[in-house]
């Protein structure tokens, strides 16, 4: 079955950097565009950033553009997050998730990964 | 940039109807989806493509999208229908998710 699964996560200080990654099985990675998406502690779900099925295109919120970079290794079937300049308000819990394009939606989710950025 | 409003939370008694709205700017002539949260774990697709169930998915889970209005429709709810949920949609390479309702069962 799908399987998306985040790692990476953890407690970092304001100004530092931190890289995610996402490892997937169960479907074809190179044939899907992938999402990270975030939600802060009782608060809801925010979209972070997407990257095609080949990684030529990549968008970002603008709550996270210039700092944050995604990326994959098709050949790994792993998508990353790479997060510079880590703000206290960037401490959420970080999923996965995998995009269907033909509706633009999101039909599987990994379990999250929690980043809390505090001193 | 565009945005999704839906109600902080609606209640509803067991087997009841509940309707949860999600209002955006001419979202009728986009795609909405819907997602359930329950309490630690992580969203669940329930509708699609405005009124498209996933496999899985229950048949008292409907959605419709017209105007400016998305609606998910929950018939017969169940007490494991509690959660949270949030609509969805996309806006000229921008993923935009509606700021959730929270479902109570009485």
């Known amino acids: 079955q799908v399987q998306l699964v985040e790692s990476g996560g953890g407690v970092v200080q304001p100004g530092t950097s931190l890289r995610l990654s996402c490892g997937t099985s169960?479907?074809?990675?190179?044939?899907?565009?992938i999402h990270w998406v975030r939600q802060a502690p009782g608060r809801g779900l925010e979209w972070v950033a997407v990257?095609?099925?080949?990684?030529?295109?990549?968008y970002y919120a603008d709550s996270v553009k210039g700092r944050f970079t995604i990326s994959r290794d098709n050949s790994k079937n792993t998508l990353y997050l790479q997060m510079t300049s880590l703000r206290p308000e960037d401490r959420s819990v970080y999923y996965c998730?995998?995009?269907?394009?033909?509706?633009?939606?999101?039909?599987?989710w990994g379990q999250g990964t929690l980043v809390t950025v505090s001193s | 940039s565009y945005e999704l409003t839906q109600p902080p939370s609606v209640s509803v008694s067991p087997g009841q109807t509940v309707t949860i709205t999600c209002s955006g700017d001419?979202?009728?002539?986009?795609?909405a989806s819907w997602y359930q949260q329950k309490s630690g774990q992580s969203p669940v697709l329930v509708i699609y493509?405005?009124?498209k169930r996933p496999s899985g998915i229950p048949e008292r889970f409907s959605g419709s999208n017209s105007g400016n209005t998305a609606t998910l429709t929950i018939s017969g709810t169940q007490a494991m229908d509690e959660a949270d949920y949030y609509c969805?949609?996309?806006?000229?390479?921008?993923?935009?998710f509606g700021t959730g309702t929270k479902v109570t069962v009485l």
């Open positions: 998730a995998r995009e269907i394009s033909s509706g633009k939606h999101f039909d599987s």
């Open positions: 169960g479907f074809s990675f190179r044939s899907y565009a």
């Open positions: 990257i095609s099925s080949d990684g030529d295109n990549q």
């Open positions: 001419k979202l009728g002539d986009k795609y």
């Open positions: 493509q405005d009124d």
């Open positions: 969805q949609t996309w806006d000229r390479s921008s993923y935009v």
